[in-house]
Antibody, heavy 120, light 110 residues
Framework: QVQLAESGGGLVKPGGSLRLSCAASGFTLSDHYMSWIRQAPGKGLEWISSISSSGGVINYADSVKGRFTISRDDYKNSLHLQMNSLRAEDTAVFYC?????????????WGQGTMVTVSS | NFMLTQPHSVSESPGKTVAISCTRSSGDIASNYVQWYQQRPGSAPITVIYEDNQRPSGVPDRFSASIDSSSNSASLTISGLRAEDEADYYCQSYDNNMEVFGGGTKLTVL
């Protein structure tokens, strides 16, 4: 079954760090363009980072540039997001999502999300 | 970069038709594909339209979408509204290696 499963969320103090993981099953993650997308409580979807299938193109939203790092472990078929210097406004559900699959460039597979709460 | 602007909310009665707009602030709406996602409370989004007007298998043909270059906007139309269509809907596009989501529209089926 083709699916994504995020983990690593939790409660962290402002200025702290957290590393999210996204395990892929049923497909090879490195064959696809992968993204992290977040959703603050009661708010809309916000794209924050993507990595190309080759791994050679990585992009970040301005809101996280310099603080977050996306990476991929092809042996473990997993995607990661290292988050440093966390702020209260980073509190959100974080989703990993696949593109370049069944629906062209659309995000066709999403994980269930992992909650990150930044609070003292 | 550009923004995608959607109405905050729309509402309509069961059986009726509703359209949700998505206006691109700069750049040509037709230059990059537009996708539409449906998100029910507590769930991850699912794709209801991709590549401007393509419907994934399993999505009812009550869902359709189009692009209008004159208004630089995309539109999602849902006909024969059903209670199960009540959800948040997001448009999404990209440019310069950046993905952009609209702010989302809450659809209420009265």
């Amino acid at each position: 079954q083709v699916q994504l499963a995020e983990s690593g969320g939790g409660l962290v103090k402002p200025g702290g760090s957290l590393r999210l993981s996204c395990a892929a099953s049923g497909f090879t993650l490195s064959d696809h363009y992968m993204s992290w997308i977040r959703q603050a409580p009661g708010k809309g979807l916000e794209w924050i980072s993507s990595i190309s299938s080759s791994g050679g193109v990585i992009n970040y939203a301005d809101s996280v540039k310099g603080r977050f790092t996306i990476s991929r472990d092809d042996y473990k078929n997993s995607l990661h997001l290292q988050m440093n210097s966390l702020r209260a406004e980073d509190t959100a559900v974080f989703y990993c999502a696949r593109a370049g699959g069944n629906y062209g460039d659309a995000f066709d597979i999403w994980g269930q999300g992992t909650m990150v709460t930044v609070s003292s | 970069n550009f923004m995608l602007t959607q109405p905050h909310s729309v509402s309509e009665s069961p059986g009726k038709t509703v359209a949700i707009s998505c206006t691109r602030s700069s750049g040509d709406i037709a230059s990059n594909y537009v996708q539409w996602y449906q998100q029910r409370p507590g769930s991850a989004p699912i794709t209801v339209i991709y590549e401007d007007n393509q419907r994934p298998s399993g999505v009812p043909d009550r869902f359709s979408a189009s692009i209008d270059s004159s208004s630089n906007s995309a539109s999602l139309t849902i006909s024969g509204l059903r209670a199960e269509d009540e959800a948040d809907y997001y448009c999404q596009s990209y440019d310069n290696n950046m993905e952009v989501f609209g702010g989302g529209t809450k659809l209420t089926v009265l």
